[in-house]
């Protein structure tokens, strides 16, 4: 069967950004650059920006683009024992759409109330106790019962993802991604534009920017900082390797890789101005101290902002602009975590695309409804830091060991990459996938685990994340040892 190909690469670049711009990007990585010392975090983050986040890219496209399949079909092609490593990151993909979706949830229900405000002026209590329903005795094994306006939701948006993927890698995720990308890129520039004119508002950028040099002393600060870069450009976890696989045989991987990459972190960085804009102003609104305004995750898009949009001029205009724009970065990045899981089903079972996109988006469905209870945000936020600290980082670890120590493929994935590619690269591309990646990665894992065990996380039971990860390997450890059918 002919695989699916990109109309244009104008498509694939658009798809793949849609795919590393997230939620995160517009909450997380503003919080992240406010703790680790302000301006001076750019300078490790631009230092695991080149070092891990392009050659990894690069590697990851080059590996989807040679082998022409999925993450299983990709790394069992290229050794047959290591199929299982396929299996292991689409699950932990499998893991992050299901509960992605509820976030994505929420802003849909946040942008329709954003035109009248009427989550009132109390965002704490109307977030977490009116609109979750959050009660005392919830917790991530006693959930409560399904809240359905956040399921219809969630409807939705998995309707969304559902048409992108069923539409095919041209007519389906291409289309919706050169809507969405431009859409949301022209959103965040124009709430920057009415935003940093605001009283304050150029205090709260300083804030963000102004660098505290003594946190580059700090290991944790360049933890954070090569996390980040792993997180927001969905690498590691199957779907660059997916994506990847639907380029024609002579793409320029290098040029691809560095546009991608760089695309996301700029809007990130864009993000941070227009969040802390927002938080500027409030501060000097409410007379505090921009430290008692800020916050992180899930507090900040869905309790700060909304606190913050009651204080705008026009803010049945800025408030559904903002909204609507987490939506889309929300919706471009759960299509592609669903069509990294989709194409494996696809290339494994040899199912047609409308039935694997029925079956693995219906079983999405019933599990995401677990987030759309009382306690979903508690298992969310359990489940959220298992597969993003352990997971993810795991996945990409053993991927690298696999490609740079084990099979010693990165001297030839560079002098393939440099026979299709505009520029080439240099033996750089080497040292950072041998040494500077895997120490990194390495160092973060096993200071994870180590926390995970010492500390705990969040005062909750860790059994479920700690089964959820055992699971997920042993998972992929069965279909690698029971399947003998060759690709």
């Known amino acids: ?18 795919s590393a711009i997230g939620l995160g990007n517009i909450w997380r990585f503003p919080y992240m650059a406010y703790e680790n010392g302000g301006g001076a975090f750019f300078i490790p983050y631009l230092f695991a920006m080149i070092t891990a986040g392009i050659p990894f890219m690069i590697l990851e496209f080059s ?10 079909k990709t790394l069992s092609r290229i050794h047959q024992k290591f199929e299982w490593l396929g299996w292991f990151q689409v699950g932990v993909a499998a893991v992050i759409a299901v509960y992605y979706v509820a976030v994505i949830g929420w802003a849909i229900s946040y942008f329709s109330m954003s035109f009248s405000q009427s989550w009132g002026t109390d965002t704490n209590a109307f977030f977490f106790g009116e609109y979750l329903q959050l009660g005392g005795d919830n917790s991530p094994t006693s959930l409560g019962s399904i809240q359905w306006k956040i399921a219809g939701a969630m409807l939705i948006a998995w309707a969304i993802t559902y048409a992108a993927i069923v539409g095919g890698v041209k007519a389906g995720i291409e289309r919706a991604s050169k809507i969405m990308m431009p859409v949301l ?15 304050g508002a150029l205090d709260g950028v300083n804030y963000m920017f102004e660098p505290d040099f003594s946190k580059i002393w700090d290991v944790k600060v360049w933890a954070a900082a090569y996390g980040q870069i792993f997180f927001t450009l969905s690498i590691g976890f199957a779907i660059m390797l997916a994506y990847s696989s639907y380029l024609p045989e002579k793409s320029d991987i290098t040029n691809n890789a560095f546009m ?8 990130s960085i864009l993000s941070g101005i227009m969040i802390f804009s927002v938080l500027g102003y409030m501060a000097q609104e409410q007379g505090k101290e921009l430290t008692d305004v800020v916050s992180a995750g899930v507090g900040l898009a869905f309790v700060t902002l909304p606190a913050a949009i009651n204080l705008l001029p026009a803010p049945y205009i800025l408030g559904p602009l903002f909204f609507f724009a987490l939506v889309v970065a929300g919706l471009s990045s759960h299509i592609s975590i669903m069509e990294a899981v989709t194409s494996a089903v696809i290339d494994k079972m040899k199912w047609s695309r409308k039935k694997a996109a029925n079956i693995v988006i219906g079983v ?8 759309a209870t009382n306690g979903g945000l508690l298992l969310l936020d359990l489940v959220d830091h298992f597969a993003n600290n352990i997971g993810i980082v795991a996945g990409g670890f053993v991927e690298i060991l696999l490609m740079a120590w084990m099979l010693k493929k990165v001297p030839e994935v560079r002098e393939y990459v440099n026979a299709i590619s505009d520029f080439r690269i240099s033996r750089w591309f080497d040292v950072c996938l041998l040494v500077i990646t895997p120490v990194i990665l390495a160092i973060i894992l096993s200071t994870k685990i180590h926390t995970l065990l010492t500390e705990g996380y969040g005062g909750y039971n860790l059994t479920l994340g700690w089964v959820m990860i055992a699971v997920l390997f042993i998972f992929g450890v069965i279909i690698n040892v029971t399947s003998r059918k060759e690709y």
């Open 1 to 18: 069967m002919k695989r699916e190909q990109w109309g244009s690469r104008a498509g694939f670049i658009l798809a793949a950004v849609g």
């Open 63 to 72: 590996m989807g683009q040679k082998y022409r399949g999925s993450a299983p």
């Open 185 to 199: 890129f022209v959103m965040v520039i124009l709430l920057i534009a009415r935003m940093v004119f605001l009283p």
């Open 260 to 267: 991608t990459v760089l695309l996301n972190c700029g809007f």
């Open 364 to 371: 999405g469905f019933v599990v995401s409804m677990a987030f």
